[in-house]
């Protein structure tokens, strides 16, 4: 088992900065990649980053990319998503994900944009920035 623990959601102004932590627990060694998303109200999740956990490869949706950057702490089992430039359209419930299933490199862009890869969530943290 994994549990995932999200944190440092807020409120900020367009153009402003957040940094939300992963903190994931028990079968750590396990894991092959985490992944971020985001769920607006009425919309459906869609994907934003993710991180292979050994390598630290990353993969972006192209809505975030220059602005986003996902990076692992491999001592402390943490996931951080540093977001910068952030706008109103940003503004969603972020949820981190992780994934013992591993794939070959020509995979990853395709299965760790998809919800159904990953195994274990995160409850979510709020991110709303204003216009």
């Known amino acids: 088992q994994v549990q995932l623990v999200e944190s440092g959601g807020g409120l900020v102004q367009a153009g402003g900065s957040l940094r939300l932590s992963c903190a994931a627990s028990g079968r750590t060694f396990t894991m092959y990649a985490m992944g971020w998303f985001r769920q607006a109200p009425g919309k459906q999740r869609e994907f934003v980053a993710a991180i292979n956990w050994s390598s630290g490869s990353t993969y972006y949706a192209d809505s975030v990319k220059g602005r986003f950057t996902v990076s692992r702490d491999n001592a402390e089992n943490t996931e951080y998503l540093q977001m910068n430039s952030l706008k109103p359209e940003d503004t969603a419930v972020y949820y981190c994900?992780?994934?013992?299933?591993?794939?070959?490199?020509?995979?990853?862009?395709?299965?760790?944009?998809?919800?159904?890869?990953?195994?274990?969530w995160g409850q979510g943290t709020q991110v709303t920035v204003s216009s």
């Open positions: 994900a992780a994934s013992r299933r591993p794939v070959t490199r020509g995979s990853r862009s395709l299965e760790y944009g998809t919800s159904g890869y990953y195994n274990y």
